[in-house]
């Protein structure tokens, strides 16, 4: 929609990356938790208490390989809890999404993670690996879609 001269969103997800990335991280532990029930082979229960440390400053990828061509990159960590038999874990997970912009919105084009214990210290995480078909991943792409679609609360923007 153009007014005054100048091109506005007709939908939030239009918005510049830094616009609608708080409220990504806010809405992904919730998604997050939903799409648990929608994968195949979940063998441990658990959530996703907050995701947060949000970086729109490109990181390399411990992979060394570049970031996807037209793409912008989105870094933050979640603290998730899993459930094994009488015992609760905390872990924190570190991912860098890539997005690239449409004329729809913002679409999804890759996900990387790689998780360890919390607090980390001095303790080893595992090696990134792609996670786009992860909880994640799921969530990530549904919320997008969502936004996409103009079809997040009226409060969230």
């Known amino acids: 929609m153009i007014w005054a001269g100048v091109l506005l969103a007709t939908t939030p997800c239009q918005a510049?990356?830094?616009?609608?990335?708080?409220?990504?991280?806010?809405?992904?532990?919730?998604?997050?938790?939903?799409?648990?029930?929608?994968?195949?082979?979940?063998?441990?229960?658990?959530?996703?208490?907050?995701?947060?440390?949000?970086?729109?400053?490109?990181?390399?990828?411990?992979?060394?390989?570049?970031?996807?061509?037209?793409?912008?990159?989105?870094?933050?960590?979640?603290?998730?809890?899993?459930?094994?038999?009488?015992?609760?874990?905390?872990?924190?997970?570190?991912?860098?999404?890539?997005v690239t912009p449409s004329d729809r919105g913002w679409q999804f084009v890759s996900l990387y993670?790689?998780?360890?214990?919390?607090?980390?210290?001095d303790r080893p995480t595992t090696p990134p690996q792609e996670s786009s078909g992860g909880r994640i991943g799921q969530a990530v792409q549904t919320w997008l879609r969502d936004c996409r679609a103009n079809f997040l609360s009226a409060g969230s923007f």
């Open 16 to 98: 510049p990356l830094e616009a609608i990335a708080p409220q990504l991280l806010q809405d992904l532990p919730a998604y997050a938790n939903r799409s648990v029930a929608l994968l195949p082979n979940q063998q441990s229960l658990g959530s996703v208490l907050t995701a947060g440390q949000l970086d729109l400053t490109p990181l390399s990828l411990p992979l060394g390989s570049p970031p996807p061509q037209g793409t912008q990159q989105l870094f933050f960590t979640t603290l998730e809890r899993s459930f094994l038999g009488q015992h609760s874990n905390l872990s924190q997970g570190f991912h860098w999404l890539f």
């Open 113 to 121: 993670s790689q998780w360890g214990p919390y607090p980390l210290a």
